[in-house]
């Protein structure tokens, strides 16, 4: 035994091994290899350092016996006499020696002279009850703290009332401040009340994240799915999942499925004093549906902000207020000196900012911690305070100042949640994203300029504007309370106490400020009767709700009547703008689709090129390959391309790429992500075929799918590995950290972030990681590889169809600009005048593009506009900062465009003049090509609106059938190649310019009383565009052809029928050689098509045999026409009547 | 909707010293799952919420051997020697309890004094 011994070594792997098949075998409660296991082994170095110390100080063998005591006591406790530790142990453990010796596995061999002896398996023994009870205590202390923290929350005491109101009253309101643990709590007082399927709503996505790992970790469910989160593009959401957090747009869309949304017993809304628009929207619904539903349970909850609005609205329902848990805070007023408040123009003054950090360095000693939190208006004034703060921090060396807004990187953004180093404090000059949505601890000071930023729509303009206001009292509180969460503060409010009381009460409601068009669209959807009459908590004005109405009806969203459309059925389901909505459906129609599926997802985020970086001129090299003067769209679309190559091939190092060209990749994941989404939508509604054929994956062999299966396997735990360390300690930042944030160029670059490179890397491995659990690399190449590389005939066409899904954000360039700086190029909307192109857009750096080229004069005459080059920039935003900025444009060519896309087209009689949507006018020279031109776009458009609404129809259906689906593939590529046709090829030398005022007052003829353009004598232009009937326009004059063509109606036209106009022509399909009026003409070539070409029975009316059998097909084209002069009833199609009246003509003469 | 009918309530356990409740699992000396444990008293078992493993099982309490009440496995409850003993029973027998016990227990009492004095 002796020689045995002197083997053993606790230090070897192998001796360790050996004890691990005593102990940690794989039925045992610890197995080797687990991450207990390796914990084990380190806790068992511990104790026997500890045990030698012990034994060395001999303090173990002293023992007094305290037998005397004893015998005095009433009841003996019978402990032994001895002490040991291990009798402090609750647990004991069976092992292979102990089973051995118990006879359960004789058969295995005793004889192991290398194994270890009864000592140190007496010893080992040791160190795991030791490590079991260490173990239990640590698992039970974190739950004492969690039961401890939970009871220290203001809300606590009210837990039992809140129960209690939830189960007698449908709802209640929940008004608590800051702190007081309601957004925790609450849902898990309902849950352990015995309430389930609860859904707990929030205004931001991160949110809802962060609160259901901060749920399922305090509900002691950090393991499980009871608790989970549900948002765009993720969820956690299981069957057994009982509590839901999810966005407020989610649950509304859960609705527009679930009328009576009866996956739920629980609805919470949680801030709901925001008062964003889907939240009001949200509530309107749920109120409605609280009469449906008598079980279902609303709770509102809101910081102590207007209560009594939210409780009447709900029928004066019960309100539960919490106190909320603040520090006190000490507010001081320090209004700015006239000499240094900023006039509009100017910079803002940075003095009275300075004099309040050098204030608290006076003050406060460095070794007190406690940060600075900074309000400012917008990114400018963020900018222009920064740069003072920094040569202030430079100087002292006492600060870290830090941006925070949107716009900067994710990682810019995480830097203010970093430490300061000691004796530096953190300086975070932010707009009001930190007054809600991030939460900062440690801040102690609090500065607040009094100013927000907030958007707003202007209905006149058509335009998104971001102004400057004061912010409302309640926001004010808002800003002072984040001074005082981890311990007393000040905020310094740079305004006096009387400006505090003149602010409004409250912020102005999101319904008040915006566009109204999704939530419109989707009031439409869900079928909740006229907007106007909804009962909102705080209605929007009822000229907002109209002006959403017509703009829906532009975008062909509604019909004339208010209802929703096929398309508007549609849009109402995709979460993104009507506009790129309408992209996506378009797109869905040609083979366009993966190209337009990008660009409508580009359009969606915000923009991945870093404003930081824009003047670097490293990025600038390094991103120009991906500049595509067609306009940003296709620049996105290169971009992401790209990126997806890259990915492909390097994976990970995708983030280096990114850097260098001073791209955010966060924005292009979420770029595939909604790429995907939206595939995923088109396909739920047969807009696009299912995937299979030869990329579906069951195409590889079953080698390869176990290898990706293994993959996926890896990547799984990649990701559960991530979250369970996520949340780990904060970085503690550099003096020199702070300063060029987002100022000067190139703070986000390689050199400048080395520190952060961990970071950084770990970032981008999780990233990779979900990417790569989400998307087919390689299926997202292929269909990346189409849209690479697009042949100019789809660029064209792709053009025209964002520009049909921007339609009517089109705007002119001003006929001057080629006479003007690159810098000071104007453009014109319809409803707004002198807009600039935002800085970021492609064509603000190269603005040529999109002049008239001077040598394509065409004809030398007095107009030198005449040109076939004239462009357009559709756009998808135009909003005004401190200038009204487009962006993200893309040119067209504009008649070509205009007359594919316009709403409302006039003309002249002889179709040289056309004026479009009231503001356009365009002049032709030559009449001829005017009528050629015209006709054929009426055509392409008939055929065009046939398609979509067939395709459209399709997608009511449950299964189109196969048939169809071809007869439609071959006519959607014959009227693609039309369109490319008429989009590039079309050389027609033309005028383009913007009407005066004064011009659009005196712009039509008006209604005409001549008896000539009575009904009977009108032709029937049906055949060409089914549903409308050409009849004389009300209020134009002219004749309305189409919903969007009106002819003759222009002031100057001549007389419909006038002899002068007629010319002789000749129909190159058919023997037809007779003088006609344009109209005349437009409307034989639309019903007469070349021989071989009537692949529908309907379109095959042209000849006079034809109509002359009766088949039961051709009469819906013919009409009764009496004729006056051969006094008979005749029936006829409206080509026959012309020819016929003609005849009378021609004997007349 | 009948969902809510068919939740169980789940068994909570309470200790009657200071408060602390939590849902347990199994009440005895055999946690489910785990073969080779035994405990030596019978006590609330709860799967343990801090780990990833299904079988990683947590003791919340058990009843005092002597006073039958029910208290935690914290410290200031109770104390395991070789039985369970609530504190208010370990402080009425506390000359029975070795010395090494004694002495912890009057040096957390210094302790926690002395922080709420501070
Ligand atoms: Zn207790
Ligand atoms: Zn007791």
């Known amino acids: ?1149 | 909707m009948d969902q809510t009918t068919t939740e169980i309530p789940p068994k909570i356990f309470t200790c009657q010293l200071c408060g602390l409740s939590s849902p347990f699992v199994y009440y005895g000396q055999k946690p489910p799952n785990t073969r080779a444990i035994v405990l030596l008293e019978e006590c609330f078992v709860t799967k343990d919420p801090f780990s990833p493993e299904k079988e990683k099982f947590l003791v919340l309490g058990s009843t005092c051997s002597l006073c039958s009440l029910c208290v935690c496995v914290a410290s200031d409850c109770s104390l395991f020697y070789t039985k369970r003993f609530c504190m208010r029973c370990v402080n009425k027998h506390l000359d029975q309890f070795p010395h090494q016990i004694q002495a912890e227990l009057a040096k957390k009492k210094q302790q926690s004094s002395k922080a709420a004095v501070s």
């Open chain 1, 1 to 1149: 035994m002796d020689s045995h011994r002197r083997t053993w070594d606790w230090d070897s792997s192998q001796c360790r091994a050996q004890m691990d098949q005593v102990f940690f075998r794989e039925q045992d409660y610890i197995q080797a290899g687990s991450p207990d296991h390796k914990e084990f082994w380190a806790f068992f170095d511990r104790f026997q350092r500890f045990k030698t110390k012990k034994d060395m100080s001999g303090v173990a063998k002293e023992d007094r016996g305290d037998g005397t005591d004893r015998k005095k006591a009433k009841v003996d406790l019978g402990l032994p006499k001895e002490y040991d530790a291990r009798y402090r142990i609750n647990v004991s453990v069976c092992s292979r020696d102990i089973e051995e010796r118990l006879g359960k596995s004789e058969h295995r061999g005793r004889q192991r002279s290398s194994g270890p002896g009864p000592q140190e398996i007496s010893d080992c023994r040791l160190a795991l009850l030791h490590f079991l009870d260490f173990t239990q205590r640590q698992s039970f202390g974190k739950l004492a703290k969690l039961r401890r923290e939970q009871k220290n929350l203001p809300i606590f005491q009210y837990r039992d009332r809140i129960v209690e109101l939830v189960r007698t009253h449908p709802v209640v309101v929940v008004a608590g401040d800051t702190g007081c643990g309601k957004s925790t709590q609450v849902p898990q007082y309902l849950l352990s009340a015995g309430f389930s399927y609860i859904s707990c709503t929030q205004p931001r996505r991160i949110a809802c994240i962060s609160l259901a790992k901060r749920v399922s970790f305090e509900s002691l469910n950090q393991y499980g799915s009871k608790v989970g989160y549900q948002i765009r593009f993720e969820t956690s959401r299981t069957t057994s999942t009982k509590l839901l957090f999810l966005t407020e747009g989610l649950l509304l869309r859960q609705i527009q499925q679930d009328k009576t949304l009866s996956q739920y017993q629980v609805v919470i809304v949680d801030e709901v004093h925001e008062r964003h628009l889907h939240c009001d929207f949200l509530l309107g619904v749920l109120r409605s549906l609280l009469a449906e539903r008598q079980d279902l349970r609303l709770i509102l909850m809101s910081a102590t902000i207007n209560i009594k609005l939210f409780s009447d609205y709900f029928g004066s329902a019960p309100v539960l207020q919490v106190p909320g848990r603040l520090f006190p805070i000490q507010v001081v007023y320090q209004p700015i000196p006239p000499d240094e408040q900023p006039s509009r123009s100017e910079k803002l003054d940075p003095r009275p900012y300075l004099r309040i950090l050098q204030g608290i360095d006076q003050r406060y000693p460095p070794e007190e911690r406690g940060d600075l939190l900074l309000f400012l208006s917008g990114m400018t004034e963020i900018s222009t305070i920064q740069e003072a703060c920094q040569v202030y921090a430079t100087h002292t060396r006492r600060w870290i100042v830090l941006p925070l807004h949107s716009t900067l990187s994710i990682a810019q953004q995480d830097k203010v949640f970093d430490i300061a180093p000691p004796g530096v404090r953190k300086c975070i000059i932010s707009t009001n994203i930190a007054e809600t949505s991030v939460t900062i601890d440690g801040v102690r000071f609090v500065v607040d300029s009094g100013k927000v930023k907030e958007m707003s729509f202007d209905p006149k303009a058509k335009m998104q504007r971001l102004q400057e206001f004061w912010i409302s009292r309640a926001s004010s509180e808002q800003r002072k309370g984040r001074a005082g969460r981890t311990g007393p503060g000040v905020c310094y409010r740079l305004y006096a106490e009387s400006d505090y009381d003149a602010f409004a009460p409250y912020p102005v409601p999101e319904i008040h400020r915006v566009a109204l068009d999704s939530l419109i669209l989707q009031m439409k959807s869900m079928c909740l009767g006229d907007p106007l009459s909804f009962i909102f908590i705080d209605p929007p004005p009822a000229s907002s709700i109209q002006t959403a109405v017509t703009y829906l009806k532009e975008q062909g969203a509604l019909d004339s009547r208010g209802e929703l459309t096929s398309i508007g059925s549609l849009l109402a389901q995709l979460p993104v703008d009507v506009v790129i909505g309408k992209m996506l459906v378009l797109g869905s129609l040609f083979h366009l689709v993966e190209p337009v599926l990008t660009v409508a997802a580009a359009l969606s985020v915000q923009s991945p090129f870093l404003r930081s970086t824009q003047h670097n001129p490293d990025c600038t090299t390094a991103r120009q390959p991906l500049h595509s003067n067609q306009g940003d769209p296709f620049t996105l679309l290169n971009t992401f391309n790209a990126w997806v190559e890259v990915k492909g091939e390097r994976g990970g190092g995708s983030r280096k790429w990114c850097r260098r060209r001073g791209l955010e990749e966060q924005r292009l994941y979420e770029m595939v992500n909604l790429r995907r989404q939206f595939k995923d939508l088109l396909r739920s509604h047969s807009l696009l075929e299912s995937e299979g054929g030869s990329s579906a994956p069951s195409a590889g062999d079953r080698g390869q799918r176990r290898e990706r299966l293994t993959e996926r396997r890896r990547l799984h735990q990649m990701k559960r590995d991530h979250e369970l360390q996520e949340g780990g300690k904060r970085k503690v930042l550099r003096l020199e950290e702070g300063g060029d944030g987002g100022l000067s160029s190139g703070s986000d670059t390689e050199d400048k972030s080395r520190g952060r490179k961990d970071k950084d890397r770990q970032n981008m491995d999780i990233q990779e990681v979900k990417f790569k659990l989400r998307h087919n690399v390689s299926q997202l190449q292929e269909a990346v590889t189409v849209s690479q590389d697009l042949s100019s005939r789809q660029q064209a066409l792709l053009k025209l169809l964002l520009c049909r899904g921007l339609y009517p954000q089109l705007a002119l360039p001003d006929e001057h600009n080629s006479t003007r700086k690159d810098s000071e190029q104007v453009f014109h909307t319809k409803n707004k005048q002198g807009v600039v192109i935002h800085p970021t857009s492609v064509f603000a750096s190269d603005p040529e593009v999109l002049h008239v080229p001077e040598d394509d004069g065409g004809e030398m005459g007095s107009d030198k506009r005449d040109s076939s080059r004239h462009q357009l920039l559709a756009f998808v935003t135009l909003l005004e900062t401190n200038k009204p900025y487009l962006s993200n444009c893309v040119r067209v060519p504009a008649l070509q465009a205009l007359l594919l896309v316009a709403n409302s087209m006039d003309t002249n009689a002889d179709c040289t003049r056309l004026v479009v949507d009231g503001w356009l006018e365009l002049e032709l020279r030559d009449p001829s090509e005017a009528l050629r031109v015209l006709s054929t776009a009426l055509k392409l458009r008939a055929e065009w609106e046939r398609l979509l609404l067939a395709q459209l129809g399709q997608s009511g259906a449950a299964e189109p059938a196969a048939a169809e689906q071809a007869v439609s593939r071959r006519a959607t590529e014959k009227l693609s190649e039309g369109l490319v046709r008429f989009l590039l090829y079309t050389e027609v030398s033309y005028s383009l310019r913007r009407l005066t005022a004064l011009q659009t007052q005196n712009l039509y003829v008006g209604p005409q009383a001549e008896s000539e353009s009575s009904s009977s004598e009108t032709p029937d232009l049906s055949v060409l565009f089914p549903g409308a009937q050409a009849k004389p326009d009300p209020i134009k004059g002219g004749l309305r052809v189409t919903s969007f063509f009106t002819y003759n109606c222009l002031m100057d036209s001549k007389d419909l029928y006038s002899e002068c106009l007629r010319t002789f022509w000749s129909c190159p399909n058919c023997d037809l050689y007779m003088p006609l009026t344009p109209l005349e003409r437009m409307h034989h070539e639309a019903s007469c098509r070349p021989a071989g070409e009537q692949q529908e029975s309907q379109d095959g009316a042209e000849s006079e045999k034809a109509s002359s059998s009766s088949s039961s097909s051709m009469s819906s084209l013919t009409r009764v026409y009496h004729c006056d002069v051969c006094n008979e009833d005749l029936k006829l199609t409206s080509t026959e009547i012309l020819k016929h009246k003609r005849q009378h003509m021609y004997t007349a003469k």
